[in-house]
């Protein structure tokens, strides 16, 4: 090994945003921006579609971001407008799409329908209490919150994963979602008080 090999290796540029390498980034908000981006598209193949897009806008433009908001206010802010693209083309494509109705559907009401991010999972699943608890408490847990969430409206589920699940502060979910900071505490209010509804109601069954 020659004596300037190493430094070359070490002097090769590493993307980041506001001094954060973006593979620390991609760890720490991927799963909440494809989460957010399902909030506005119809699937989550068209989610993950939109933040894929958004990471590239974001490799392309780190070198513009200029620290006058967080990262994750300019991160979620570029997947606001990459899943508004995305939706778009889908209201667009489907304009063309022809659904049959003539059959009835079985399982109606046992399962989300076609529009929905989970569409084709059941809504309510089966009971799995013949299972063993230690096997099935950890996933129940996370279907009910999961299934709780999907009952909130759209710009209460937003503002609970900026607020509780990324963990933004108030000033910065409500640019985001452009919101004043009494409309943003007023809606994070209803949302954590729909969202305990919704999860009581399903521990009592």
Aim: proline share 6%; charged share 25%.
């Amino acid at each position: 090994m020659t004596s300037g090999a190493c430094p070359a290796e070490e002097s090769e540029p590493e993307h980041s945003v506001g001094g954060i390498p973006l593979a620390d980034l991609v760890r720490d908000f991927h799963r909440p921006m494809v989460n957010f981006a399902r909030t506005m598209v119809n699937s989550p193949a068209v989610a993950e579609e939109a933040v894929q897009e958004a990471w590239v806008q974001v490799i392309k433009s780190s070198g513009s971001f200029e620290g006058r908001s967080s990262v994750a206010t300019w991160l979620f802010g570029i997947v606001k407008n990459t899943a508004a693209r995305h939706r778009r083309r889908e209201s667009r494509i489907r304009n063309f799409e022809v659904l049959a109705t003539e059959d009835a559907d079985p399982l109606s009401g046992r399962m989300h329908p076609a529009g929905h991010p989970d569409a084709g999972h059941w809504s309510v699943p089966p009971s799995r209490r013949f299972l063993p608890e230690d096997q099935t408490v950890e996933r129940e847990l996370v279907g009910y919150v999961r299934a709780a969430l999907d009952t909130l409206p759209v710009r209460q589920r937003q503002l609970i994963i900026l607020r509780d699940l990324v963990g933004t502060s108030a000033e910065e979910a409500a640019e985001i979602l452009e919101l004043s900071a009494e409309a943003q505490r007023a809606l994070l209010y209803r949302a954590r008080g729909n969202l305990r509804n919704e999860l009581e109601k399903r521990y009592q069954r």
